[in-house]
C-alpha cells in the first residue's frame, strides 16, 4: 500500500459524569484525511482544507501525533498529509483528536499494523498533549475503537470498551463560538470535595452499567456531572436552558460535549431525538446565536478506510 484515505468521527468526551475517562463516537461530522508513504524519511503535511491550522509538524497535532509513532516503528518511514476538515477546532466534538487518531491508523495500516489500537492510542494522546496541554484520551479511544469507551487507566494505558444499547441515539447542537480545551481546562478546580466525588463514581458505574444492561433509565439517572459541569456551563450561553427544554422533550440527559461549547444529549429512539433537535434549535433561535446541529446513532467502527491506493491502483474502495 502507498496511499490511503481514511474518515475519523466526531466524538463526545466525559459524557458528563466521565471526565476524562468516558467518550462515544458520533456518525457525524468527521474529517477526511489522506496519508502517502514517500521515498524521503520525513513527515509532510501538504494540505490542510477547512480551516487555517499550521502546517509545520510540530505545530500540527496530526504531525506530532504521527512522530510519536514513528519514533517507536522498527524502520524507515515517510509519509505526505493532506487534511480536509469538517469539524471546527474548538467545537467540543473531538476536533483535534480527530487528526491525531486518523494519521495515526492511517499510517498503521500503510506500515502493515505493527501497533495494537492501545498502543494507537497513546501515539495520538500526544497530538491532545499538543492542543491542550493533557494527554487525555476520551476522544482518542472511541474515535480509535468506535463505539462507548472508558479510560479505565492512563499508567498503564488500559481502554475498555463499552456495549451501545441498540436505540440509544445523539443530539448535539454546536453554537458558532469557541471554547478552547486549554482554557476550559484551566478554570476548573484542582480538588473536589470528598461528597462530590463519591456522587460522581456512584454516577459514572451507573452510566457504565446502564450501557452494559441496555437500562435507559439508569443511563438517564447517571447522566450528571457534578464536578465539572457547574463550572464550565457559565462558557455556554443558554446552557441551561438547553438542558431543561432537550428534558421536556424527551432527552435521557446529557451535558457539555467535552470542553465545549456543544451540548449533547442523549435519547431512547430516532424520534424522540429528532424532537430533542427541534428543542436545541428553538433556544439558539431564541438566542440568536448561530448553530450547527447533529443527530446520530453512536458510531460503532472508529475511523473508517474509505480507499486504499498500491502504485496508484485503487484496491479498496
Same mark, same amino acid.
Given at each position: 500500500?502507498?496511499?490511503?484515505?481514511?474518515?475519523?468521527?466526531?466524538?463526545?468526551?466525559?459524557?458528563?459524569?466521565?471526565?476524562?475517562?468516558?467518550?462515544?463516537?458520533?456518525?457525524? &461530522? $468527521?474529517?477526511?484525511?489522506?496519508?502517502?508513504?514517500?521515498?524521503?524519511? =520525513?513527515?509532510?503535511?501538504?494540505?490542510?482544507?477547512?480551516?487555517?491550522?499550521?502546517?509545520?509538524?510540530?505545530?500540527?497535532?496530526?504531525?506530532?501525533?504521527?512522530?510519536?509513532?514513528?519514533? +517507536?516503528?522498527?524502520?524507515?518511514?515517510?509519509?505526505?498529509?493532506?487534511?480536509?476538515?469538517?469539524?471546527?477546532?474548538?467545537? *467540543?466534538?473531538?476536533?483535534?483528536?480527530?487528526?491525531?487518531?486518523?494519521?495515526?491508523?492511517?499510517?498503521?495500516?500503510?506500515?502493515? +499494523?505493527?501497533?495494537?489500537? =492501545?498502543?494507537?492510542?497513546?501515539?495520538?494522546?500526544?497530538?491532545?498533549?499538543?492542543?491542550?496541554?493533557?494527554?487525555?484520551?476520551?476522544?482518542?479511544?472511541?474515535?480509535?475503537?468506535? $463505539?462507548?469507551?472508558?479510560?479505565?487507566?492512563?499508567?498503564?494505558?488500559?481502554?475498555?470498551?463499552?456495549?451501545? &444499547?441498540?436505540?440509544?441515539?445523539?443530539?448535539?447542537?454546536?453554537?458558532?463560538?469557541?471554547?478552547?480545551?486549554?482554557?476550559?481546562?484551566?478554570?476548573?478546580?484542582?480538588?473536589?470535595?470528598?461528597?462530590?466525588?463519591?456522587?460522581?463514581?456512584?454516577?459514572?458505574? $451507573?452510566?457504565?452499567?446502564?450501557?452494559?444492561?441496555?437500562?435507559?433509565?439508569?443511563?438517564?439517572?447517571?447522566?450528571?456531572?457534578?464536578?465539572? +459541569?457547574?463550572?464550565?456551563?457559565?462558557?455556554? &450561553?443558554?446552557?441551561?436552558?438547553?438542558?431543561?427544554?432537550?428534558?421536556?422533550?424527551?432527552?435521557?440527559? $446529557?451535558?457539555?460535549?467535552?470542553?465545549?461549547?456543544?451540548?449533547?444529549?442523549?435519547?431512547? *429512539?430516532? +424520534?424522540?431525538?429528532?424532537?430533542?433537535?427541534?428543542?436545541?434549535?428553538?433556544?439558539?433561535?431564541?438566542?440568536?446565536?448561530?448553530?450547527?446541529?447533529?443527530?446520530?446513532?453512536?458510531?460503532?467502527?472508529?475511523?473508517?478506510?474509505?480507499?486504499?491506493?498500491?502504485?496508484?491502483?485503487?484496491?479498496?474502495?
Amino acid at each position: 500500500m502507498s496511499e490511503i484515505k481514511t474518515f475519523t468521527p466526531g466524538t463526545v468526551a466525559n459524557v458528563s459524569c466521565g471526565f476524562d475517562v468516558l467518550g462515544f463516537a458520533l456518525d457525524s &461530522p $468527521g474529517d477526511e484525511m489522506v496519508l502517502r508513504r514517500t521515498v524521503e524519511k =520525513t513527515v509532510k503535511i501538504t494540505r490542510i482544507d477547512g480551516y487555517d491550522l499550521p502546517k509545520e509538524p510540530l505545530r500540527n497535532v496530526a504531525g506530532v501525533a504521527l512522530l510519536a509513532m514513528l519514533k +517507536e516503528y522498527r524502520g524507515d518511514a515517510g509519509f505526505e498529509i493532506e487534511i480536509y476538515k469538517k469539524i471546527k477546532p474548538g467545537s *467540543g466534538i473531538g476536533s483535534s483528536a480527530a487528526s491525531a487518531a486518523g494519521v495515526v491508523v492511517a499510517a498503521n495500516k500503510l506500515l502493515g +499494523e505493527p501497533f495494537s489500537k =492501545t498502543e494507537l492510542v497513546r501515539f495520538a494522546m500526544e497530538g491532545e498533549r499538543l492542543a491542550s496541554g493533557v494527554a487525555h484520551a476520551d476522544n482518542i479511544a472511541p474515535a480509535i475503537f468506535g $463505539g462507548f469507551t472508558l479510560v479505565r487507566s492512563y499508567a498503564p494505558l488500559d481502554i475498555i470498551t463499552l456495549d451501545t &444499547p441498540s436505540e440509544l441515539f445523539a443530539t448535539v447542537i454546536h453554537p458558532q463560538i469557541e471554547v478552547r480545551t486549554a482554557d476550559a481546562r484551566e478554570i476548573l478546580k484542582k480538588n473536589v470535595l470528598l461528597k462530590d466525588a463519591i456522587k460522581q463514581w456512584g454516577n459514572v458505574g $451507573g452510566l457504565v452499567a446502564g450501557l452494559m444492561k441496555s437500562d435507559y433509565g439508569l443511563i438517564s439517572r447517571s447522566l450528571e456531572d457534578a464536578i465539572v +459541569e457547574p463550572i464550565r456551563s457559565i462558557l455556554i &450561553p443558554a446552557f441551561q436552558e438547553v438542558k431543561l427544554k432537550s428534558k421536556e422533550a424527551g432527552a435521557l440527559g $446529557g451535558g457539555i460535549s467535552g470542553s465545549g461549547p456543544s451540548i449533547f444529549m442523549l435519547s431512547k *429512539g430516532e +424520534e424522540a431525538a429528532q424532537q430533542v433537535k427541534m428543542a436545541m434549535a428553538d433556544v439558539y433561535e431564541k438566542v440568536g446565536i448561530d448553530f450547527d446541529i447533529h443527530l446520530s446513532k453512536v458510531n460503532q467502527t472508529g475511523v473508517k478506510v474509505i480507499a486504499i491506493k498500491e502504485n496508484n491502483e485503487i484496491l479498496q474502495s
